[in-house]
Every structure is written in structure tokens, then in C-alpha cells.
């Protein structure tokens, strides 16, 4: 009985050995804290002030200043071109030469009637001169000098039709030299040397149009017209033509019509500016974007347009704080323009953004800069 108890006593110590053990074993092995997560990188940027263009949106189409159909103003043979197609060419200059012959001939019949009602004229002047003296001494009638008298003015009458005569018959030898009436640019030519042309042709010669100025014609919602009107009436405000992706600046101009009425069917206002064109980056027929600047608003908060987030509640972005934390903000935006956007409201010039990289963040997430954006756009 006595060794049976020893043994009950040695199995209790020997459990109670290994119950401590576990409970020492336990508590080394208590699960510790979890490491953060790793930062995540960005693109960061700064919050700029600077002054921004406030303009309206339109859509509009370039218009040549000026687009004439060359005509023939004489019948006749074309016997010469005196231009290639898509030549810039000045007002003046030559174009088609339709044969002269005809015309010159024209002027020297008129030219030589011209020269002999003058030598009758100088004759029947002398018969009048003479006809007045006997008149006043008796030897000649009233009848007589009275149609002496006719005779010299019907013939200075016929020297003022010859004149005439020749002067329509110089203006058809000067038509026969076809020339531009304006400066700019042909296009195809319509009629080859050889074909007759006539004046009352209804198919014209060739097209010139006038590139420098030119004008581009474009609408912008009617709400603006009061804003348009109260500026431009101070100074025409600058208008400015870019492509049709938005991305380059073709040309800077100036408004120059406003028109008298609102289209009723699309609620919009016609508009047209005039631009120099002095690169000939506008070209009629052309679809462009057109911004018409209001005002400048000065130091205005500005960051680049891809820091611009999208959500359920609007517009926001990431901030990040002094500890490398990001804060989801809220903003309201005005204007994105050349890939920079105007903050309204909910930012500061000289914050740090979140430029790239926003889509692995959350709020609170830590975040490590790897490259810092240049610039606002």
C-alpha cells in the first residue's frame, strides 16, 4: 500500500511538471502585434496658386475671310495659265490670259473713228468761224450759221461716243488679262488653256479663298450672354482655336460678332472671331474647339487634372499629411483646362496631393513618395 501511494504521488508531481511547463510554453508563444502594412508609393505634388483664363466652351468651323469664284467677264480663248493650283497669290495678280487680238482690234477701230470726228471737227469749227463773220456782215444767213452750228456740236458729240467706245473697248482688252481680286489661295483649276469661255458662264474659272484673317464661326450655350456682352463691350475678348482633341492651341483671335438673336431650337448663341491666321494654322472648312476667355482669376488654386479623383459624392482627391498619411478630400473643381484643374473650394495653394497612385489608398493610408510631379499640369 505504501508503494502504491509513493507512485500516485510521483504521477501527480510529474503532471503537475508538465502543466507548468505548458503554461510557461503559453505565454512565450502569445501572438504579437501584426507589422503595419508596407507604405504605398505615389506621385506627389503641390497645391499651386496661379492666374487662371476663365472661358466659355464652343464648338465651332473656320470660315475664309473672303472666298470668290473667278469668272470671265469676255468671250473668248483661254491662251495662258499663269498660276498653279494651291498657289498663294496677291490681288492683281495674273491668273488666265484669254486672247487679246480681238479686243485690240476693237480698240484701234474705236481709237481711229476717235481721230477722224476730231480732223472734222477741226474743219467744221473753221466753217462755223467763218460762217459767224459773214453772218455779222451781212453776206451769210441765220439758216446757214445754224447749221454750221449743228454740224460742229454733232461732231463733238461723236467725239465723246468714240471716247466712250474706246474706253469699253480698252476695259475688254484689260478683262481679257484675267487677274486676282483678292489676296489668297487658289484651289483646283476648272477651265484648261484652249476652251472658250464666255461671260455669261455659270461654271467659274477657279476659287480663291483668303486665309489671313480669317474667321471662325462657333456657338456657346445662351446662359453666357450676359457675361459676353457686359466684356466685350469693355474690349473684345480673346478667343482662342484649338483642335478637335482638345490637346493644341491652333490660333489666339478676337471676337467680333455677337448675333442679334438666340437659336430657339438648340438654345445657343452664334458668335464669330477674327484671327490672324499669320501660319495659316486655321483652314476654312475646319472643325475646331473654341474657349472665350471672360476674365483672369488671379492666384487661383490649381493642381494637375489626373489628381482629380471621381466618386459617388463628387469630386475628390488624397491629400497627405505631415506623418506620410493620406486624407480623402472632397473638392469642387471650376474649370480643367490643358490638363490643369481650377479648385473652387476644399483645397489650398501649397498643399501636398496624391498626383498618381491613388488606387491602392484609402483614408489613413501611409504612403512613400517615389517621384514628385512637376509642375500644375
Given at each position: 500500500?505504501?508503494?502504491?501511494?509513493?507512485?500516485?504521488?510521483?504521477?501527480?508531481?510529474?503532471?503537475?511538471?508538465?502543466?507548468?511547463?505548458?503554461?510557461?510554453?503559453?505565454?512565450?508563444?502569445?501572438?504579437?502585434?501584426?507589422?503595419?502594412?508596407?507604405?504605398?508609393?505615389?506621385?506627389?505634388?503641390?497645391?499651386?496658386?496661379?492666374?487662371?483664363?476663365?472661358?466659355?466652351?464652343?464648338?465651332?468651323?473656320?470660315?475664309?475671310?473672303?472666298t470668290v469664284t473667278v469668272k470671265s467677264r469676255v468671250d473668248g480663248q483661254i491662251v495662258k495659265v499663269d498660276f498653279t493650283e494651291g498657289q498663294e497669290v496677291k490681288a492683281g495678280d495674273l491668273l488666265f490670259e484669254i486672247d487679246p487680238?480681238?479686243?485690240?482690234?476693237?480698240?484701234?477701230?474705236?481709237?481711229?473713228?476717235?481721230?477722224?470726228?476730231?480732223?472734222?471737227?477741226?474743219?467744221?469749227?473753221?466753217?462755223?468761224?467763218?460762217?459767224?463773220?459773214?453772218?455779222?456782215?451781212?453776206?451769210?444767213?441765220?439758216?446757214?450759221?445754224?447749221?454750221?452750228?449743228?454740224?460742229?456740236?454733232?461732231?463733238?458729240?461723236?467725239?465723246?461716243?468714240?471716247?466712250?467706245?474706246?474706253?469699253?473697248?480698252?476695259?475688254?482688252?484689260?478683262?481679257?488679262?484675267?487677274?486676282?481680286?483678292?489676296?489668297?489661295r487658289t484651289g483646283a483649276r476648272l477651265v484648261d488653256v484652249g476652251n472658250i469661255v464666255h461671260a455669261t458662264d455659270n461654271t467659274g474659272l477657279l476659287t480663291i479663298t483668303q486665309l489671313r484673317p480669317i474667321f471662325v464661326s462657333f456657338?456657346?450655350?445662351?446662359?453666357?450672354?450676359?457675361?459676353?456682352?457686359?466684356?466685350?463691350?469693355?474690349?473684345?475678348?480673346?478667343?482662342?482655336?484649338?483642335?478637335?482633341?482638345?490637346?493644341?492651341?491652333?490660333?489666339?483671335?478676337?471676337?467680333?460678332?455677337?448675333?442679334?438673336?438666340?437659336?430657339?431650337?438648340?438654345?445657343?448663341?452664334?458668335?464669330?472671331?477674327?484671327?490672324?491666321?499669320?501660319?495659316?494654322?486655321?483652314?476654312?472648312?475646319?472643325?475646331?474647339?473654341?474657349?472665350?476667355?471672360?476674365?483672369?482669376?488671379?492666384?487661383?488654386?490649381?493642381?494637375?487634372?489626373?489628381?482629380?479623383?471621381?466618386?459617388?459624392?463628387?469630386?475628390?482627391?488624397?491629400?497627405?499629411?505631415?506623418?506620410?498619411?493620406?486624407?480623402?478630400?472632397?473638392?469642387?473643381?471650376?474649370?480643367?483646362?490643358?490638363?490643369?484643374?481650377?479648385?473652387?473650394?476644399?483645397?489650398?495653394?501649397?498643399?501636398?496631393?496624391?498626383?498618381?497612385?491613388?488606387?491602392?489608398?484609402?483614408?489613413?493610408?501611409k504612403v512613400a513618395v517615389q517621384t514628385a510631379a512637376k509642375g500644375g499640369g
Open positions: 500500500m505504501r508503494k502504491l501511494l509513493i507512485a500516485a504521488a510521483g504521477l501527480i508531481l510529474v503532471g503537475l511538471g508538465v502543466w507548468i511547463s505548458h503554461s510557461h510554453s503559453g505565454v512565450q508563444a502569445a501572438p504579437q502585434t501584426p507589422a503595419p502594412p508596407p507604405a504605398v508609393p505615389v506621385t506627389a505634388g503641390v497645391a499651386e496658386a496661379r492666374d487662371m483664363p476663365v472661358f466659355v466652351r464652343g464648338i465651332g468651323s473656320v470660315q475664309a475671310f473672303n487680238r480681238p479686243f485690240q482690234a476693237a480698240l484701234a477701230q474705236a481709237t481711229a473713228a476717235k481721230q477722224k470726228d476730231e480732223a472734222q471737227l477741226v474743219s467744221a469749227s473753221a466753217d462755223l468761224g467763218r460762217t459767224t463773220q459773214l453772218l455779222g456782215n451781212g453776206f451769210q444767213t441765220r439758216q446757214t450759221f445754224d447749221q454750221q452750228k449743228a454740224a460742229v456740236g454733232q461732231l463733238q458729240a461723236a467725239i465723246k461716243q468714240d471716247e466712250a467706245q474706246i474706253e469699253a473697248a480698252q476695259l475688254n482688252l484689260d478683262y481679257a488679262s484675267i487677274r486676282s481680286p483678292i489676296d489668297g456657338t456657346v450655350p445662351q446662359q453666357q450672354i450676359d457675361a459676353i456682352r457686359e466684356r466685350q463691350s469693355a474690349s473684345p475678348l480673346e478667343t482662342r482655336a484649338y483642335t478637335q482633341d482638345d490637346q493644341k492651341e491652333l490660333s489666339v483671335g478676337k471676337l467680333t460678332l455677337i448675333d442679334n438673336q438666340i437659336d430657339s431650337a438648340t438654345g445657343t448663341l452664334h458668335l464669330k472671331a477674327q484671327f490672324d491666321n499669320t501660319d495659316a494654322a486655321l483652314w476654312p472648312g475646319e472643325f475646331v474647339n473654341v474657349r472665350l476667355v471672360l476674365s483672369t482669376e488671379k492666384n487661383a488654386v490649381t493642381v494637375p487634372a489626373r489628381a482629380v479623383q471621381q466618386g459617388p459624392d463628387g469630386s475628390y482627391l488624397f491629400t497627405i499629411k505631415p506623418d506620410d498619411t493620406v486624407e480623402m478630400r472632397k473638392i469642387e473643381v471650376s474649370q480643367t483646362d490643358q490638363g490643369v484643374s481650377v479648385i473652387k473650394k476644399g483645397l489650398s495653394a501649397g498643399e501636398r496631393i496624391v498626383v498618381d497612385g491613388q488606387f491602392r489608398l484609402d483614408q489613413g493610408t
